[in-house]
């Protein structure tokens, strides 16, 4: 049974009760009006702004019950499953020579990434959207995530696993 969120039960229930309400409400105003003097189209308004008020409190209601949905899917069974993970190169497979060219782009990203520092050689590692970057100076080597909207550096620290087996990987390239 899926889960749903009671924000966005109770959003959905104000919203059909608000154009419910706004229809009798209109109807009883554009019934009652030429006894008071006033013109029947003044319903009109009040019927319109009852229907786009309704509409919102649904239209909320929805972008909740889709991110509940979103959040039921990424964490399911109690563990945080992220897109990534199902096919996550460091854990389902070593490393395997897999094809593929970082974009001119990603090239000026990365050096506009380490702009303070004279970047040697930038080589694509076998994990796609992963790069390895050699910096003038540093005996090290440094990994590049491509994955997102702009480069970020990948330390040993979040991603052990990932940053050793590409660092032992780059180590038995032959010299450039």
């Known amino acids: 049974m899926e889960k749903q969120n009671i924000v966005a039960k109770v959003l959905r229930v104000i919203g ?8 009798f409400i209109a109807l009883s105003m554009g019934s009652r009006a030429s006894e008071v003097g006033l013109n029947s ?12 008020t309704g509409m919102l409190f649904i239209g909320f209601s929805e972008i909740i019950a889709l991110l509940q949905k979103i959040h039921l899917q990424l964490y399911q069974d109690g ?4 897109a990534s993970s199902s096919n996550d190169p ?20 990365i050096q506009e990434l380490y702009l303070d520092q004279k970047v040697t050689r930038i080589e694509a590692s076998p994990i796609e959207d992963y790069c390895v970057v050699q910096i003038d100076g540093k005996d090290h080597i440094e990994v590049v995530e491509l994955g997102g909207f702009k ?8 991603k052990p696993d990932l940053v050793n087996s590409i660092q032992k ?3 038995n390239l032959p010299p450039s």
Do not use: Y
């Open 41 to 52: 189209g003044i319903a009109l308004p009040a019927l319109f702004s009852s229907f786009v």
């Open 90 to 109: 460091e854990v389902d497979h070593p490393l395997e020579q897999k094809k593929w060219h970082p974009s001119p782009q990603d090239f000026a990203d």
């Open 79 to 82: 563990t945080k499953a992220t």
């Open 16 to 23: 059909i009760v608000i154009m419910i309400g706004g229809f």
């Open 169 to 171: 990987w780059f180590n």
């Open 151 to 158: 480069p970020k550096k990948v330390s040993a620290v979040s």
